[in-house]
């Protein structure tokens, strides 16, 4: 984000647990393993980098990230190399940002299919485990590119056996600052996410620009810093003087901003034309016509009665409707992509990428809506929109609190059993299109998110996947399942209805979709005007300590953003390079 500079020390911290046998003679696994010198040997979290892999004897060598290939200019997953004895060759890969170990894999010269870890696990648990050392398990099959110096790699039921394992350390570095009282330099609250490609720092700034009570008399839209009543429609000022703002900073960025302006009445027919979206284009230089889309709605919820003021329910000790600000619901996702689009738009893609920012999710989304519908379906029937990526309502779930700091305590659990004051809200990814809830119908979608999940991400111990069980209710499925699963929390699962705009994707286009989200019905502020940022941090303040960490609510807040915001950027990345069909089509 561009903002005014900060002083800061940039200093490593491991995020997850010490580096434990990543240098000396435990770093070198199994044959050849010694035979490839790996530099650095310590890599910086979360940034593209060079790596360079010097060959002492004749092999091949298998690196399991997203990499940039020097012949294309795009991101791509893993790539096998061949090299010579005295061979060197510099590869520029993408560290993950969440987790302390990363792995080359050696074998013979020309080798062709190689092991990889499972899908619920990290490349670090899998060599700790000997997954390297079995002929058993999951395995993929190089295969040469066109026009390109670095072979690709696909999955196949074959591992080709056993592989030598080079280990590397990866470390993030943190943002800190001296603290007088302990004599020592420590992490801000939020610095050991606030560093990388993307990070939930960037987008916590964000989150706090747009959200600013702070009174601005010459504003006269909503007389404040931030961008607040974002009420979609109806003549609304402030609406349009948000929207101004979000059209001029995704054009900083670089985009080709353009405003699909609508009208309402009924779904599909006209009033209100103060309504639009705002979509930010880098189109993609190999298939133009094929878009993947990211978005978040950026309206908030209206006062039910415009003639009333809005009142705050930690006064009035009841709910009534609306919200000025919205940080929750839905500027943090607003938030999401901005930092997103903001780190993306200098990529080369080959499918062009489109960021919106959606109207009218609120009345019952209708800008995806008519942007599906419209935009892309009559005016554009050329274009088939290969995924889509929805941000709404993330950052209140694990690792913070989860009961209600103000409010009734009452209403952090309903009667299906929804987490208690003292319990943890789970992190949702959620998928579909889907029929049914007791098996996958979009597996391969769930399979990414999972990959993703389990060693960027960081969360192979806290990540489960739920399908309902036939004992188990339609209705009430997903909280029996997980339940039954001993409360896990971070759940993906595919849903049969949807809340916010990924339904326009899936019902009019049929698009395979992906959303993030954490807590919705439990939590006191949804659509009330206490939905402020000062909200989000009490609700995930944990009392000072969160996981054997002292960590603030700022601190889990700004953890939680950062685990999207990077779900996002690494989904990115991959759908880019391989879309994901429809099982239904």
């Given at each position: 984000m561009r903002s005014a500079p900060v002083s800061f020390l940039l200093v490593g911290l491991f995020l997850l647990a010490p580096l434990s046998g990543c240098f000396g003679a435990d770093a070198e696994i199994g044959p050849l393993s010694g035979q490839l010198q790996v530099t650095p040997e310590v890599l910086t979290g979360g940034v593209f980098q060079g790596v360079t892999l010097v060959a002492e004897a004749d092999l091949a060598a298998f690196i399991p990230y997203l990499i940039i290939n020097p012949s294309s200019g795009y991101v791509q997953n893993s790539t096998v190399v061949d090299l010579k004895a005295g061979e060197t060759i510099q590869i520029t890969l993408l560290a993950p940002p969440r987790t302390d170990t990363a792995v080359v894999m050696v074998g013979e010269y020309g080798r062709q299919e190689w092991p990889i870890r499972d899908l619920n696990e990290s490349w670090r648990t899998w060599i700790d485990e000997d997954g390297h050392d079995s002929a058993d398990g999951n395995g993929i099959l190089r295969m040469a590119q066109e026009n390109s110096s670095l072979d690709q790699v696909i999955n196949t039921s074959q591992t080709g056996g056993p592989a030598g394992i080079v280990k590397l350390g990866i470390i993030r570095p943190a943002i800190t600052s001296w603290c007088e009282e302990c004599g020592e330099f420590v992490a801000d609250q939020g610095g050991r996410f606030a560093t990388g490609l993307v990070n939930g720092m960037t987008t916590y700034n964000y989150l706090n620009l747009l959200t600013d009570e702070s009174t601005d008399v010459l504003d006269l839209a909503d007389g404040a810093q931030g961008y607040l009543d974002r009420w979609a429609g109806q003549g609304n000022l402030a609406y349009e003087d948000g929207a101004q703002w979000l059209i001029s900073e995704m054009e900083s960025f670089g985009l080709e901003v353009m405003t699909h302006r609508f009208q309402f009445t009924d779904i599909?027919?006209?009033?209100?034309?103060?309504?639009?979206?705002?979509?930010?284009?880098?189109?993609?230089?190999?298939?133009?016509?094929?878009?993947?889309?990211?978005?978040a709605h950026f309206d908030v919820a209206p006062p039910a009665n415009t003639a009333l003021p809005i009142a705050d329910p930690h006064l009035l000790g009841s709910r009534t409707y609306g919200t000025r600000v919205g940080a929750y619901d839905n500027t943090a996702g607003t938030s999401m992509v901005l930092t997103v689009a903001e780190a993306m738009a200098?990529?080369?893609?080959?499918?062009?990428?489109?960021?919106c920012l959606w109207s009218g999710e609120e009345g019952g989304k209708r800008g995806s809506d008519y942007w599906t519908e419209y935009y892309v379906k009559e005016d554009n029937p050329q274009v088939t929109i290969t995924n889509y990526v929805n941000l709404d309502m993330a950052g209140v779930n694990w690792p913070g609190g989860g009961g209600a700091p103000h409010g009734d305590p009452a209403l952090s659990i309903d009667d299906t059993g929804y987490p208690k004051d003292d319990e943890v809200w789970p992190m949702r990814v959620y998928i579909g299109p889907s029929q049914d809830y007791d098996k996958l119908n979009q597996p391969e979608m769930v399979r990414l998110a999972m990959w993703i999940g389990s060693d960027a991400i960081g969360v192979e111990q806290q990540v489960q996947i739920l399908v309902g069980q036939p004992e188990h209710d339609e209705a009430t499925w997903k909280v029996e399942d997980w339940l039954d699963r001993g409360r896990p929390e971070l759940i993906i699962y595919e849903d049969t209805t949807?809340?916010?705009?990924?339904?326009?994707?899936?019902?009019?286009?049929?698009?395979?979709?992906?959303?993030?989200?954490?807590?919705?019905?439990?939590?006191?502020?949804?659509?009330?005007?206490?939905?402020t940022l000062e909200e989000m941090e009490d609700w995930m303040d944990t009392g000072g300590k969160s996981y054997g960490e002292e960590n603030s609510g700022k601190d889990n807040l700004v953890n939680s953003l950062d685990m999207v915001t990077w779900w996002a950027a690494y989904s990115f990345f991959h759908l880019d390079e391989r879309p994901v069909i429809n099982s239904y089509l």
């Open positions: 599909f027919s006209k009033q209100n034309p103060e309504a639009y979206n705002i979509c930010g284009y880098r189109w993609g230089t190999e298939f133009k016509d094929e878009w993947m889309v990211f978005g200098d990529f080369d893609t080959r499918r062009t990428i489109v960021f949807a809340r916010s705009d990924h339904a326009s994707f899936q019902d009019n286009l049929g698009t395979v979709t992906m959303g993030f989200g954490g807590l919705v019905d439990g939590y006191w502020c949804y659509h009330q005007v206490c939905d």
